[in-house]
């Protein structure tokens, strides 16, 4: 897509632009959160305050891990929550509800200390940022699900993937603050301070953002509410609600709902076993969301100043502002690849290029690392620094905003709360016991660290490659053809090369499944005489 051919699809569908990007803000809290802490554990200022210079090396490593982690362990049970309460309530109020959730934990966090003993200061510290956890969970879990659901198919990786471009916006803007505040403000408490009241600004303009904005219309359909989900469905893509796209798409969801409103989060964990593809599809999520955190990602975002001074950069503002270049890198990155890659080259692609790559960059770190533990300054030092940010790149590639994207589109409609759950949940179980082991295993291990991710990228990068098939392009009724039969055959049609390993073997075409189902009366869809010239137009229209 060129860039006129993108300022002309920005303008087409911008409703639904203006919604994703309204549901992603809630996104930059996690990333503000991540290059925050990761910042504000270097400040000399915080480490007086909280005597955090007098701890032993190895009581340090714990304390930082313990700090990071309870945001994760906050959001994991903020996670568990959102699948009763966004089927209860509806996607959009949940997301209101867990903005407002995260800006009370910040303020509280932007507040510690003043009139209380240190001691307290840091029990608060503690408690504030679990509660901000809640907030961070609730919205990742929401705010993937909520923009798969609204967005047409044609721009659904692109809009999906907002959701990583925020988390690296946060992340980056956090980086710069931190490293402002160390060099523009003096040596005292308002210098660690000043970052935890800054992040208070995402929050309220998330709430704000999300106020006007529909609810989803897959949610509503679930209600039985079809004429508020044919009127958002015709708003994303700036119709009238008789249009035969808005039509098709609503009558499609409905033939997926088809007996199974209402479904409690009970029933839909209940029937996550009815069948292969139900399993499959339910599965995969969690595989995805899984993976992506033995990417390595939480220890270089959280941990990235250490790891530069590690590599030889010293001191604390230059090891911060290594670490902003490494957020501009990674927005940057991220920004192409929803621009340019997540709907041209596809999803499984993406995955399988950004495996390989970090694994490649991982594996050079751990090399160089084994041979020259020094931190002193060598050549071999600067090949260490570009291969940091080549791994930001490549996990901006692929696993960054892809496994949001892949989970969202594959989980089935009916058991879409249950299945994201369970997804999320095992996405901030493992950041929270990644987060709190990282800083141990950079003492204990050092460079075994980057051996044990770069190995972990090698094989994400085997299983997209033989496992999983390609999801870009089709609607989200139509994901499920993709899992009835034939899905390794499928996998390695959609990879590059793949069909050697496949001879003159096939997997049944989803058109072709699609058709058999119809004619089954397995859907409600039908085209017939005029609507077939009309079909291309309708399809690119599709939700």
Known sequence: MGFKDALADISRYRNAYTIALSASMGSIFFGWDTGLMGGILTLKSFQSYFGINMMSASAQANFNGNIVSIMQAGAFFGVLSTGWISSRFGRKRSLIASGVIYIIGSLIQAIIGLGSSRVVALRLFFFSRFVSGIGVGMISALAPSYISECMPKHIRGRCTGLVQFSDNIGMMLSFWVNYSASINIPYSDLQWRMPLIVQLVPGILFVLLMLPQPESPRWLVEKERYDEAAGTLAYV???????????????????????????????????????????????????????????????????????????????????????????????????????????????????????????????????????????????????????????????????????????????????????????????????????????????????????????????????????????????????????????????????????????????????????????????????????????????????
Request: with cysteine; aromatic share 12%; proline share 4%.
């Open 237 to 543: 893509i700036r119709t009238s609600v008789d249009d035969k796209s808005v039509l098709l798409t609503l009558d499609e969801i409905k033939a997926d709902f088809t007996g199974k409103q209402k479904l409690s989060l009970l029933a839909q964990f209940r029937m996550m076993g009815e069948s292969r593809q139900i399993v499959l599809r339910c599965l995969i999520p969690s595989i995805t969301t899984f993976f992506q955190r033995w990417t390595g990602a939480d220890a270089a975002n959280y941990f990235s100043p250490q790891i530069f001074a590690a590599l030889g950069i010293t001191g604390t503002s230059a090891g911060l502002f290594a670490t902003g270049i490494y957020g501009v890198v990674k927005v940057v990155a991220v920004g192409l690849t929803l621009a340019f890659a997540v709907d041209s080259w596809g999803r499984k692609r993406c995955l399988f290029v950004g495996a390989l790559g970090q694994g490649l960059s991982l594996l050079w770190i751990a090399g160089f690392g084994a041979v020259h533990p020094q931190s002193n300054i060598v050549p071999g030092s600067y090949v260490s620094i570009v291969a940091i940010y080549l791994y930001g790149v490549f996990f901006c590639l692929g696993w960054g905003p892809l496994p949001w994207i892949v989970a969202s589109e594959i989980a089935p409609n009916h058991l879409r709360a249950a299945t994201l759950t369970i997804a999320i949940s095992v996405n901030w179980l493992l950041s929270f016991t990644i987060s709190r082991l990282t800083p141990v295993m950079l003492e204990k291990i050092s460079y075994g660290t980057f051996l044990l991710f770069g190995v972990c990228c090698m094989i994400m990068a085997a299983w997209v490659y033989f496992l999983l098939p390609e999801t870009m392009g089709y609607a989200l009724e139509d994901i499920k053809y993709l899992f009835e039969k034939d899905v390794m055959v499928r996998s390695l049609e959609d990879s590059p090369g793949g069909r050697v390993f496949l001879g003159r073997r096939r997997a049944t075409p989803v058109e072709e499944m699609r058709r058999t189902a119809n004619t089954r009366g397995l859907s409600n869809t039908t085209r017939k005489g005029d609507e077939e010239s009309e079909s291309v137009e309708v399809t690119d229209l599709q939700i």
